[in-house]
């Protein structure tokens, strides 16, 4: 399967940007999608993800409120909507897959199999 991350750019505080995970080579109902992000200078960071089946979220503390993960599974792609953003969330944003058993620590990296190429959001004035 590959991933595909789109919709990054420059935003200024408080705007808005939604991101796109693009699936392919498989078929998306079957995985679990999450999105994580990572700043200069520091370590990859869980931000939210939805499970394959029931579509089950969770979201960081962080952006909980201001951050909505769908998946339209008919387009093969998973969305992470990012409203009031803050330069805080400045980073490169990578999404990650799972088909195994959603058991685990899905807020870690090692939990899932497959990565994409990020797209940088910079969230600026």
């Known amino acids: 399967v590959q991933l595909q991350a789109s919709g990054g750019g420059l935003v200024q505080p408080g705007g808005s940007l939604r991101l796109s995970c693009g699936v392919s080579?498989?078929?998306?109902?079957?995985?679990?999608i999450a999105w994580f992000r990572q700043a200069p200078g520091k370590e990859r960071e869980w931000v939210s993800c939805i499970r394959s089946g029931d579509s089950k979220v969770n979201y960081a503390d962080s952006v909980k409120g201001r951050f909505t993960i769908s998946r339209d599974n008919a387009k093969s792609t998973v969305y992470l909507q990012m409203d009031a953003l803050k330069p805080e969330d400045t980073a490169v944003y990578l999404c990650?897959?799972?088909?195994?058993?959603?058991?685990?620590?899905?807020?870690?990296?090692?939990?899932?199999?497959?990565w994409g190429q990020g797209t940088l959001v910079t969230v600026s004035s």
């Open positions: 080579g498989s078929t998306l109902p079957s995985y679990g």
């Open positions: 990650g897959a799972r088909n195994r058993a959603w058991t685990g620590s899905w807020y870690e990296t090692g939990f899932y199999d497959y």
